[in-house]
Each structure stands twice: as structure tokens, then as C-alpha cells.
């Protein structure tokens, strides 16, 4: 696993060498945030950047019909509107707390130049930007082929990954938004998970989750997604770091695929 070096809770932080993070440290300002709290609009300008070190982040795509539905799950692994990057740009989701938290905040601007100027900063963001990717495709398959049960006992294990407690903070209502479904749905949801004994209850705006069951309710797409991404963070974040050429303004930088997409790929961009 990537070690992480006492108080700093942001994996991708955690794996920068001391010379390179303290490109950004001078510049962080420690924030936190409530559950619901939104920390950028769709349209809004991506600054500044946000290294979270507790609580989730979903990001939430708005439909003309005025549902929603998330693409993204992010935490402590990640780097909200660390795209920024590629120069001034707008968002085209909604990146809302879903778990109250901590972060360390850095403007686009001082990010950039940190940026232009390490190696370690770019690596760390090119393999966060290919973390957010593969999420936002198994997000993308899993929404089209499974059931409503099966996507919610995911989503509830994502949440969990970012808690140390067996009750969620999460209203019926945020599920619903998660999920892109109605009240109702999740409430028949929940009774199907409760008698499967995957959640033994939920009251009060707190789900309890019994891990194990959850697990089985839950479809293939979370223990596969999650690996990936984990093996992914483990291998690349604490390997040497690849030989990259000087950061010139204006240069493409490369992504996996077809790259980021706008700006969440969302991969988590969260």
C-alpha cells in the first residue's frame, strides 16, 4: 500500500516526495464541509482545487427534467477540479458532500504553476485522472445493466470505504440522487436490502450496514471497480517515477483512452 506520512490524509498528497508537496503546502488553506454542502456548480469555474482528507464527494450530472443522477464517488484518493490543470475551464457536473469532511484547498493558479514544475505532481494527477476514468465506465455500465438493489448496496459500500462506522450519515433522499430514482424506489429498496440482512436498519438519516451482506447484495461491478482502482494507486502512486519530459504551457497532456471527461472522468475526475 502507498504510505501515507503522518498528517497527511489525501493519498495523492501522501505519495509526493517532501520537495514536491512543499511546492503546494505553503499555499493550502484547510477547509471542511457538511453533508449537502456544494463545493462547485455545474458552470462554475474550476478553482480552487480541493484535496479531501475525510467524508465523500459525489459528483452529481443534472438532467434537463431536473433529476439527477452521480457519476463519481471521491474521497481521500482524490483531487476535486485537479483538471484545472489543462487551463481555465468550467464544470459540467455538480461536486456535492455527500459525507461531511476536511480538505486542503490550493487556487487553480498556484496549482498550475506546482504543476509546470514537478514531475511527481503530474504523475500523481495523470494516475488519479486514469482512476476517475475507469470509475466513471463501470459507473456508466452499471447504471445501464443492473438492478436498482444491486447499484444502491454499491454505493452504500463506496460511502462506507470512506467512514470508519457502521452507520452512514445518508438520508433516503441523497440515495435518491445517487441513484437517479424516486423516494419511493429507495424506500422498496432498503426493505429488500433489510431483508436480506444487508442493512438491519435505517432512521434518522443514518443507514446501518451490516458489511458482509452488503457485499453480497451488491453487483460484481464494486469489488471489480475497486480493485482495479486500488491496484492501480498501490502499484503506480509508490513506484519509481517515470522520466517525463519538462512541463511546457500549452502542451497536451496525456490520458488514457480518449482522455477526461469535461470535468469529472470524472475521475473521482472524483
Known amino acids: 500500500m502507498t504510505a501515507h506520512r503522518t498528517g497527511i490524509g489525501n493519498r495523492l498528497l501522501a505519495a509526493l516526495p517532501p520537495e514536491d508537496l512543499a511546492l503546494l503546502a505553503p499555499h493550502f488553506q484547510k477547509v471542511s464541509f457538511e453533508p449537502d454542502a456544494i463545493l462547485v ?12 482528507h475525510s467524508g465523500a464527494i459525489a459528483f452529481m450530472l443534472e438532467m434537463p427534467d431536473g433529476q439527477t443522477v452521480a457519476t463519481t464517488l471521491m474521497g ?15 464544470s459540467s457536473v455538480t461536486a456535492t458532500a455527500r459525507l461531511a469532511g476536511t ?3 490550493i487556487s487553480a493558479a498556484k496549482f498550475r504553476a506546482a504543476y509546470a514544475r514537478s514531475a511527481a505532481i503530474r504523475h500523481v494527477v495523470q494516475v488519479h485522472a486514469r482512476a476517475l476514468l475507469l470509475q466513471l465506465q463501470h459507473v ?27 452507520h452512514l450519515p445518508v438520508t433516503q433522499e441523497a440515495l435518491a440522487q445517487l441513484l437517479g430514482v424516486r423516494r419511493t424506489t429507495v424506500t422498496l429498496t432498503m426493505s429488500k436490502l ?4 444487508a442493512v438491519p436498519s435505517d432512521r434518522r438519516g443514518f443507514v446501518e450496514i451490516h458489511r458482509a451482506q452488503l457485499e453480497r447484495a451488491a453487483c460484481d461491478c464494486y469489488g471489480l471497480m475497486q480493485r482495479k482502482i486500488d491496484q492501480m494507486y498501490c502499484q503506480e502512486l509508490s513506484a519509481p517515477q517515470p522520466a517525463l519530459a519538462p512541463f511546457r504551457e500549452g502542451s497536451v497532456v496525456a490520458f488514457d483512452e480518449a482522455g ?11
Not at 41 to 52: K, M, Q, T, W
Not at 194 to 197: M, N, W
Not at 260 to 270: G, M
Open 41 to 52: 456548480r455545474s458552470g462554475d469555474e474550476l478553482d480552487p482545487v480541493y484535496f479531501p
Open 76 to 90: 481521500r484518493e482524490g483531487a476535486l477540479a485537479s483538471f484545472s490543470v489543462l487551463g481555465p475551464s468550467h
Open 260 to 270: 477526461p471527461e469535461s470535468r469529472a472522468a470524472s475521475r473521482e475526475r472524483k
Open 140 to 166: 456508466a455500465a452499471c447504471n445501464a445493466l443492473h438492478r436498482v438493489d444491486g447499484r444502491m448496496a454499491r454505493w452504500l459500500l463506496q460511502l462506507h470505504d470512506r467512514v470508519p462506522d457502521d
Open 103 to 105: 480538505a486542503s484547498l
Open 194 to 197: 433489510r431483508a436480506a440482512g
